[in-house]
C-alpha cells in the first residue's frame, strides 16, 4: 500500500429549515458515501417537509502515512468519523452558496479547520468498509515512535571552563602567585624553538 491513498467519497448535504429570527435554514453533511460517481452540480436525492438531501460533491479522503497516529485516535474513539469541512458564501446568490471544502479522517485536521470563521466542520458516520481501509492503512504504515528518557545536566561546578575561559579560581591564585613577587611560569610557545621568555635560542 502507498504511503499516500486517495478514496473518493460522496458527500451528503442537507439544506434543513430551522427555527431562527434571521435565518430560514441551514446547511449540514449528513453521511459519506463510497463508490460515489463524479458530480459537477449538486444532485438531489430526497426531501420531505423539513429537509432536502443533496448528493453535492465527490471529494478524494487522503490517508498520509505520517499522519497515522490521528486515524488511531479517530477509530479508538468508538465512533469512526469522517470529518466535513464546508465553506460558506454568504453573499452568493447561488442556490447552493456552500462549497464541500474538504474531507478527512483526521480529528487533528478537521480541528484546525474549525478555527476558521467560514468553515463549518461536523463528523459524520465512517462507512464500515472505509473503517477497514483506515484500520489497513494504519497497520501498514504506523510505528510508534520511540521514548528517550531525558538526562538531568550535572551541576557545573566552578572550576569547570565556561564558553573556553579559564576558571575564575584557577586565574584568582595565578595572580595572586605574581603580585606576591613569586616568580611566574611561562607557558611554552606553541611554536618551537622561539624563546617567550626574552632569553636566547
Not at 33 to 50: I, K, M, N, V, Y
Not at 116 to 143: C, K, R, T
Request: overall charge negative; charged content about 25%.
Amino acid at each position: 500500500m502507498s504511503s499516500v491513498l486517495s478514496i473518493p467519497v460522496g458527500v451528503v448535504v442537507a439544506r434543513e429549515m430551522i427555527a431562527h429570527p434571521w435565518q430560514s435554514h441551514r446547511w449540514r453533511p449528513v453521511s459519506i458515501f463510497l463508490d460515489a460517481p463524479r458530480t459537477g452540480q449538486w444532485r438531489e436525492l430526497r426531501r420531505d417537509d423539513r429537509s432536502v438531501l443533496y448528493h453535492a460533491a465527490t471529494l478524494n479522503l487522503e490517508l498520509f502515512r505520517k499522519e497515522t497516529t490521528a486515524y488511531r485516535v479517530n477509530l479508538a474513539n468508538g465512533e469512526p468519523t469522517v470529518y466535513v469541512v464546508l465553506r460558506e458564501d454568504p453573499d452568493s446568490d447561488n442556490e447552493w452558496p456552500v462549497d464541500v471544502h474538504l474531507v478527512t479522517a483526521s480529528p487533528f485536521e478537521a480541528q484546525s479547520h474549525g478555527d476558521v470563521g467560514l468553515d463549518n466542520v461536523e463528523g459524520v458516520p465512517m462507512p464500515a468498509q472505509l473503517v477497514e481501509v483506515v484500520q489497513a492503512f494504519i497497520d501498514e504504515h504506523h510505528h510508534e515512535e520511540p521514548f528517550f528518557k531525558r538526562k538531568r545536566q550535572p551541576h557545573l561546578r566552578a572550576e569547570e571552563h565556561k564558553f573556553g575561559q579559564e576558571p575564575v579560581v584557577a586565574l584568582r591564585e595565578r595572580m595572586s602567585d605574581t603580585i606576591d613577587g613569586a616568580p611566574s611560569v611561562a607557558k611554552p610557545d606553541a611554536t618551537r624553538g622561539i624563546e617567550t621568555g626574552g632569553g636566547e635560542k
